[in-house]
């Protein structure tokens, strides 16, 4: 099966209102069928799309953050760090400063404010990274440690590592700051909707992200059946462009379900993810 050779190479970030409705699928599938792509996941709270690429890994490394530490025999209890910081990350109990990393936000402000010098920075790791080859797809994916609070500082360090080739980024579900950070260096962006009520609802939602944050997106829609379709619907009243249609099948499902990129299984759907590649990067040079 050849892939598809493209005039320009876009960043495509791949997005959906909820998790389950098929965003990791169509971002493999869609990394797959170019000639060369890079995929980047972005899900670090439960990234999968390695589970499809099974990459040979090429390099691998801890993602850290600034965090502050205090020299007790310097602090004076003069409060005004604890003043400054608009997290409230830092509280003084007696005269002993408490530091709360959970809600730290790494700006490094306390030690600038710190009359004593009493306040230093060491690196904490919150996740890892890796890259990796599968075919001819790089693929890129972080995961959080358990317990931390934020995936921004892995993300950020992911987006690091995109070259200048057609990426597909496979971003978080939901409208939170995470996906926020993983659409920052999209070109466009794709948003994945089941055929439901709640399909629409999820899609209102992330459509209404991207519309705030000035990204081009089109619709793929997932699970397609005959009969009503409200996500298609809603496509059409706020003139959304369709770029593809997966129906719901026993086959497509059967092959997901076990980790196989079904673009790489299967011609007829080889066929489906081109043309969605195809109508995606018409779309971006319109």
């Known amino acids: 099966m050849r892939g598809i050779t493209m005039a320009i190479e876009p960043t495509l970030a791949i997005l959906s209102g909820k998790g389950g409705t098929g965003k990791t699928l169509v971002s493999v599938n869609l990394a797959s069928v170019a000639k060369k792509a890079t995929y980047i996941d972005c899900d670090v709270e439960e990234p999968n799309g390695n589970l499809f690429f099974n990459p040979t890994k090429e390099f691998g490394k801890l993602v850290t953050v600034k965090k502050p530490v205090v020299d007790d025999a310097l602090c004076d209890g003069c409060h005004i760090c604890v003043d400054f910081c608009a997290f409230n990350a830092l509280a003084l109990i007696g005269n002993r400063l408490m530091i709360f990393d959970d809600i730290c936000h790494s700006c490094g402000g306390c030690l600038h404010v710190c009359p004593q010098k009493a306040l230093s920075e060491q690196d904490r790791a919150v996740g890892e990274m890796s890259i990796g080859q599968s075919g001819t797809v790089r693929s890129i994916s972080g995961s959080m440690n358990i317990g931390e609070s934020s995936g921004v500082p892995i993300i950020a360090e992911l987006l690091k590592h995109k070259d200048d080739g057609l990426t597909i980024i496979d971003a978080p579900p939901g409208s939170s700051c995470l996906v926020t950070e993983s659409v920052r260096l999209a070109d466009f962006c794709i948003l994945i909707a089941e055929p439901t009520i709640f399909g ?36 059409i009243k706020n003139n959304i462009p369709i770029i593809g249609r997966i129906p719901f099948d026993k086959k497509l499902g059967s092959l997901n379900s076990v980790g196989k990129i079904v673009a790489r299984e299967d011609k007829h759907y080889h066929e489906v993810f081109s043309s969605i590649l195809k109508k995606a990067l018409e779309e971006v040079r319109s």
Do not use: D
Request: glycine residues 6%; proline residues 6%.
């Open 200 to 235: 629409s609802h999820n899609l209102a939602m992330v459509h209404s992200l991207v519309s705030l944050l000035g990204k081009p997106c089109a619709v793929v829609l997932n699970k397609t059946l005959e009969g009503e379709n409200p996500s298609e619907e809603f496509c």
